[in-house]
């Protein structure tokens, strides 16, 4: 059991642990100290229910449907590249942390954001329901939900982590500059992921 719950551990942490979009979402609302909890929370817990959904053997049903995937796909890689341009415009103005602070993010606005990071892009439905799911086969009854288990609390941890973990990065940003940085890294992050599922889309 406790090999079977690490395996799952180390595979979530390995999938969850890279610079992308959802991450660097968290990052900047760390920084700001804005929604946290709810944020990190919902990250969580979403990764929680496809991890779960993955676990149950719904993975073979998602990569059965191509139409679906397509779809998101496409939708994924236009909300990303909007995005992005939002980054870069924050990039060419870049404000210190207290400024940035002063112009709060509503948290209805920062929910739906972050839900748009999390399920328009496919690449969770492929890490979490299909890679996940279909590593978990190999285990049998208990083990099989003690390795999901293990793979949805590297979500929580990594998650709440980074979130809380960005305030440590706050006297870097009290300058312009690390904005601008941050943000450029950010419209770039978008860009590419943007560009890979559009790429995936057409193939």
């Known amino acids: 059991m406790l090999t079977a719950g690490a395996s799952g551990f180390f595979l979530g942490?390995?999938?969850?642990?890279?610079?992308g979009a959802q991450n660097a979402f968290i990052l900047r609302q760390g920084l700001l100290r804005e929604h946290v909890f709810v944020l990190c929370l919902i990250c969580s817990l979403s990764d929680a229910a496809l991890?779960?959904?993955g676990v149950g053997g719904f993975g073979s049903l998602v990569a059965a449907s191509e139409t679906a995937i397509r779809l998101v796909t496409w939708a994924g890689a236009a909300f990303l590249a909007i995005y992005g341009t939002i980054a870069l415009a924050r990039a060419w103005k870049p404000s210190a942390l207290k400024a940035?602070?002063?112009g709060r993010?509503?948290?209805?606005?920062?929910?739906?954001t972050c839900l748009?990071?999390?399920?328009l892009n496919p690449h969770v439905y492929l890490d979490t329901v299909v890679l996940v799911g279909g590593i978990s086969a190999g285990y049998a009854g208990m083990a099989r939900a003690v390795f999901?288990?293990?793979a949805v609390a590297a979500s929580f941890v990594w998650f709440f982590a980074l979130g809380y973990g960005a305030r440590l990065l706050q006297p870097l940003f009290a300058k312009p500059a690390a904005w601008r940085v941050l943000d450029?890294?950010?419209a770039g992050v978008m860009y590419a992921l943007a560009f890979s599922l559009a790429a995936r889309a057409m193939n």
């Open 51 to 53: 991890i779960a959904a």
């Open 105 to 112: 993010t509503s948290l209805a606005s920062a929910v739906a």
């Open 184 to 186: 450029l890294a950010i």
């Open 116 to 119: 748009s990071f999390t399920f």
């Open 148 to 150: 999901g288990a293990g």
């Open 13 to 19: 942490a390995s999938l969850i642990i890279a610079i």
């Open 100 to 102: 940035a602070r002063d």
